[in-house]
């Protein structure tokens, strides 16, 4: 079955794939393409519906600015441009992009004109509303045919539009959680401009994953990295239907798993019709990872130690055609995929494989969701709820979750007060609603009093997010009388931390994890 499609062109945003989970949310059917590998045959060949341009870091009027030819605005496509995307237009066609006085970053009081397309279908869109800001250069004189429909207090033009041409562009960010009504900003392009039906669903995504699946793998054999998580197990469930005994599940337990999950893990896939294989290997990890302090370092010794034990077991089961990995969007993204993105931290799970890995290929069939759409793949699967709605967990573990040199000691403390969290979020009715929660061992000390003796010992952080996409989050507003009791039941049963705080940063300007 064909779906409308629509093109998203990456200039180096960091919310690139941001902009396409948001599509797919409006039932489109996207891909994003880096702007400088796809030609104008190739686009017209493609057919897309619409385009969107994405953010990036450059200026227009750099060196090295990434660019488009004005034939590209001239096919009688659609196109939104977004950040840097809206001035490249803007520039393209004749306008003025100049350098703010005032950057503006951050939340941001917009004013919008009711009247474009862009919010005219928008159900109690106001006058004024809150936008998602990141930019230091701003459109300073529009381009001919083109008229500004949104504006700040700094930005004169926080949006423009050419009805004629359907050119469309906005300053701030619509795929942003921060940005209210951006959501339906992107629907109203979709729809009232491209014409969109919206007839993509997760359901087309799981036929033609297992499709494309058996179709690359043939009779070979696939080997899986099974952490019990929910990328993937829904990845375990995808590839059983798709290749049956030909998969082989390796669950390696690092020895960075919370309490109890290694076993936990192991249970769960017990009765399951597939090759199921664990490894502990905490002492191998542990011994890489000695006076290691600095967190990127962490993760890359882990990943790159992950990858020989797979090896380790890929001999000792004959030969394995494909690595499978539950790899996902917000690792490809933060990994740094693109020439044009920066790093923010890098995911052993994103990056190919070594030189010493003797397998064909990896097949990353999930690459394209985030972690909503994985769970909603899951269902669609029949995965059972408790491995959709396990909570999110990385790969490098607890160790991204200690700051600083780890050991067994800090390991422990680790696992008991995250338990303990954990424990108490469920009894309160919040597992579900806080996507992701849990607790962080600081490096800090401090003296506290327990028991009328002084004591001097280590801070604990609670985590606790809401989102949609893991891309963007809001603290949790956990109920003070929950975080009292987590304070209290870890202070008193876990050894060596005499306080616990409460982190309410929101991503960004912080990550989720804190390394």
Not at 249 to 257: A, T
Request: aromatic letters at 10%; glycine letters at 8%; proline letters at 4%.
């Amino acid at each position: 079955m064909n779906h409308q499609f629509c093109l998203i062109l990456n200039f180096g945003g960091q919310y690139n794939q941001l902009i396409a989970r948001r599509v797919r949310e409006c039932g489109v059917y996207c891909e994003v393409k880096p702007y400088n590998k796809i030609t104008i045959d190739e686009i017209k060949q493609l057919a897309p519906v619409g385009i969107i341009f994405t953010g990036g870091p450059n200026s227009v009027y750099g060196e090295k600015a990434p660019a488009v030819p004005k034939e590209l605005f001239e096919l009688g496509i659609p196109i939104l441009g977004i950040c840097y995307g809206s001035q490249l237009m803007a520039h393209v066609m004749g306008g003025k992009v100049s350098t703010c006085i005032t950057s503006e970053y951050g939340k941001t009081e917009t004013n919008y004109d009711k009247n474009s397309i862009l919010f005219s279908s928008i159900k109690d869109m106001p006058e004024k509303a809150v936008s998602w800001m990141s930019h230091t250069d701003y459109i300073s004189e529009l381009p001919e045919g083109f008229k500004a429909i949104a504006s700040t207090c700094n930005c004169p033009v926080a949006a423009m539009e050419n009805n004629e041409k359907k050119l469309y562009a906005v300053q701030f960010h619509p795929e942003v959680n921060h940005t209210e009504y951006g959501m339906e900003m992107i629907d109203s392009f979709l729809k009232n401009v491209c014409g969109c039906t919206g007839d993509w669903t997760m359901g087309n995504y799981a036929e033609t994953a297992i499709r494309d699946i058996r179709q690359k793998v043939g009779d070979g054999k696939v080997l899986l990295a099974l952490s019990g998580g929910v990328d993937s197990s829904v990845l375990a469930a995808l590839l059983s239907k798709a290749v049956g005994k030909q998969l082989t599940c390796i669950f390696v337990d690092h020895g960075f798993m919370r309490k109890n999950e290694g076993d936990e893990v192991e249970e769960a896939f017990k009765n399951w019709d597939i090759n199921f294989i664990r490894v502990n290997a905490k002492d191998r990890f542990m011994e890489k990872l000695n006076g290691v302090s600095d967190p990127e370092a962490k993760r890359k010794i882990i990943g790159e130690e992950f990858i020989r034990v797979f090896l380790s077991e890929a001999k000792k089961i004959g030969k394995v055609d494909y690595f499978a990995q539950g790899t996902i969007y917000p690792d490809v993204i933060e990994s740094g995929d693109d020439d044009e993105a920066a790093v923010i931290k890098s995911h052993h799970n994103v990056g190919g494989l070594p030189d010493y890995v003797d397998f064909k290929e990896i097949i990353e069939p999930l690459r394209m969701l985030f972690k909503d759409e994985t769970r909603k793949l899951g269902q669609e699967l029949e995965l059972s709820e408790t491995l959709v709605w396990r909570q999110p967990f990385p790969g490098p573990g607890l160790a991204i979750r200690i700051i600083g040199e780890i050991t067994n000691e800090k390991l422990e403390i680790l696992q008991d007060a995250d338990w303990i969290f954990r424990e108490e979020i469920a009894k309160a009715g919040l597992d579900r609603s806080i996507h992701q929660y849990f607790a962080v061992l600081t490096d800090m000390r401090s003296v506290g009093v327990m028991g009328d003796f002084r004591t001097y010992d280590y801070t604990l952080a609670l985590r606790g997010v809401t989102t949609t996409d893991f891309m963007t989050a809001d603290f949790a507003r956990i109920p003070y009388e929950v975080l009292e009791t987590c304070s209290r039941r870890i202070v008193n049963e876990v050894k060596s931390i005499n306080r616990v705080v409460y982190d309410i940063t929101t991503k960004p300007p912080a990550t989720i994890e804190w390394e």
